[in-house]
């Protein structure tokens, strides 16, 4: 039906690219390898929707067109020549209404990137290229124009909305479907933006990305002439100083709850687009503690998982945190194992996939069964951990966090309580883990878990950067951890447990394989009642208090 309407003839205005691309990853491209969704195709010379379709996320991401930003970024004639023939062969075989690719979301995403890339896209054709090209862009709108409420609410909404309104300002009589998606996106701030500015799934790239649509959907509009309704704005300033407390202090994004580290660039390119000033929340930012000094940064995770709908990729990390040091990651969560199938998915929301205290066997929050929605099979989050203690403690010789949680109470009877002091020179991280039977209630069910299956065993988890060269030191008692910078960072621990240096992983988009890494792992049990474990994460005495870190960091290929 929407290939009836009447199409467009050209551009109101020539529009401004705003989506930043990879210069590495357009070159694979243009070299014939596609790497999307985590599966790796190799076809020189093939069309890419000749390609085979080893997933539906792999065929999801070339319907969506993203990709474009990386062949524009690389931006020569060899790149210009595959953009131009993949978008026209799209339209030959998809344009009027068939495949995969007519959903709301992946054409609004679709819509963005080919007006975005107009004069990339346009360059060098003839009449008839540009006639399809326009007339597909306007099919693209009518399409969404009636079929964007049927998006899922959140991010995959904001994308259709954006691109409506995209399409309504760039192209030629279609300005009439501005006033309505406008309409829309303003509700749709007021009901996934909360006053805090986070959104439910609490994943901060997610977050990024209905940040950077929101900014380009307010630049359109004011380029044109139109202001963003007040609640569209609204959540803009609401959501920059929830991302800045959510950035470490290497520029990358805290990894929880399905999110990574965001695209190079795209934060930073995003926040000063906003146009909203530089602050920090004061509490908590969507959930999340962050304790910050000298050059040194920690997130942590201070708040229950994401309920019902929202928690289909939520990750059970509930009081895990990172540190960043300068430019450097050094504790890190495995991350989002979904780009390497459903057994690193599910692998990749457990607990010991954090770094925190977990049980032997057992989360802090449990995956429910598995849950059929839009096509697609999800596992929500059940049992989830609630936090039963929460103080923040800024001083001016550092930042502190006590904050306990509830997740093991029901099946041990016991709490999880930690404490983290952060210097306010950023050179030490001083940690308290205790694991409780709070009440007689707690500690009657702890009896009974004891007496059946034997003491309570866990360990407390360390995860390192694979960046990070770590070996066991001081005869068994510390740990030394190497950055490229140069800086020596040392781990300490009191408490009955036991140190190990054990492999772990490190799950992250744009690579076909997780990362072989380690783990700092402290493994006890709980006697009687509790067990405490304390330690610390410092800075060698002979690392200098700045260090010029001049070394970039390689793109990610394997």
């Known amino acids: 039906m929407a290939t009836l309407a009447r199409p467009a003839t050209g551009f109101v205005s020539q529009p401004e690219p705003r989506t930043i691309g990879s210069f590495a990853r357009g070159r694979q491209l243009v070299a014939g390898n596609f790497l999307l969704a985590g599966y790796l195709i190799e076809g020189p010379g093939v069309g890419i929707w000749d390609l085979p379709m080893p997933d539906p996320g792999f065929e999801e991401a070339l319907h969506g067109f993203a990709w474009m930003d990386d062949l524009a970024a690389v931006g020569d004639g060899a790149a210009r020549m595959r953009a131009q023939a993949w978008v026209f062969d799209w339209i030959a075989r998809y344009g009027r209404g068939r495949g995969p690719g007519w959903t709301p979301d992946l054409t609004g995403r679709r819509l963005i990137r080919w007006i975005n890339h107009a004069l990339f896209l346009l360059s060098g054709q003839q009449r008839p290229a540009a006639e399809a090209y326009f007339r597909s862009l306007a099919q693209q709108t009518n399409f969404l124009s009636r079929r964007w409420a049927a998006a899922s609410p959140g991010l995959p909404r904001f994308e259709a909305l954006t691109g409506l309104i995209y399409a309504g300002l760039a192209l030629t009589g279609m300005e009439k479907h501005v006033a309505t998606a406008t309409e829309a996106l303003a509700r749709e701030c007021r009901a996934q933006i909360d006053a805090e500015g986070g959104i439910p799934t609490r994943n901060p790239e997610e977050l990024l990305e209905v940040f950077t649509l929101l900014t380009w959907a307010a ?33 990358g994004l805290a990894r929880f709850h399905g999110g990574g580290r965001g695209l190079e660039g795209r934060l930073d390119h995003a926040l000063a687009s906003s146009g909203v000033r530089a602050t920090q929340p004061a509490g908590l930012a969507m959930g999340f503690a962050r304790l910050s000094g000298g050059r040194t940064s920690v997130i942590v995770d201070a708040a229950a998982p994401p309920e019902a709908a929202a928690s289909a990729n939520a990750h059970a990390s509930t009081l895990a945190f990172e540190l960043s040091s300068g430019r450097r990651p050094l504790i890190v969560n495995c991350g989002s194992g979904a780009p390497f199938g459903p057994d690193w998915r599910r692998a990749g929301r457990a607990t010991p996939s954090h770094t925190t205290l977990a049980i032997e066997g057992f989360s802090s929050s449990r995956l429910g069964p598995v849950v059929s929605a839009a096509g697609s099979a999800r596992e929500p989050l059940l049992d989830r951990a609630a936090i039963i203690h929460l103080r923040l403690e800024p001083g001016p010789a550092g930042q502190g966090l006590l904050a306990g949680h509830n997740g093991y109470v029901a099946t041990h009877g016991l709490t999880h309580m930690r404490g983290l002091y952060l210097a306010a020179d950023g050179r030490m991280l001083t940690g308290e883990d205790t694991l409780g039977a709070m ?51 040392v781990f300490r621990f009191e408490g009955a447990t036991t140190l190990k240096l054990d492999p772990s992983v490190y799950l992250e988009k744009g690579r076909l394989k997780p990362r072989a890494t380690r783990q700092i792992v402290l493994a006890a049990e709980v006697a009687d009642s509790a067990s405490q474990i304390r330690w610390t994460l410092s800075k060698a005495q002979d690392t200098p208090l700045a260090i010029r870190d001049l070394e970039r960091d390689e793109p990610a290929t394997d």
């Open 439 to 489: 009440t007689e209630a707690e500690q009657a069910r702890l009896r009974v878990v004891t007496a059946k299956n034997g003491p309570v065993r866990f360990a407390i988890r360390f995860h390192l950067h694979p960046d990070v060269d770590a070996e066991i030191d001081l005869g068994g008692t510390a740990v030394s951890m190497a950055l490229k910078s140069g800086e020596i960072w």
């Open 219 to 251: 630049q359109a509009l004011a380029e044109a002439g139109r202001m963003a309704p007040a609640s569209h704005q609204a959540a803009i300033e609401r959501i920059a100083p929830t991302l800045r407390a959510l950035r470490h202090s290497d520029g």
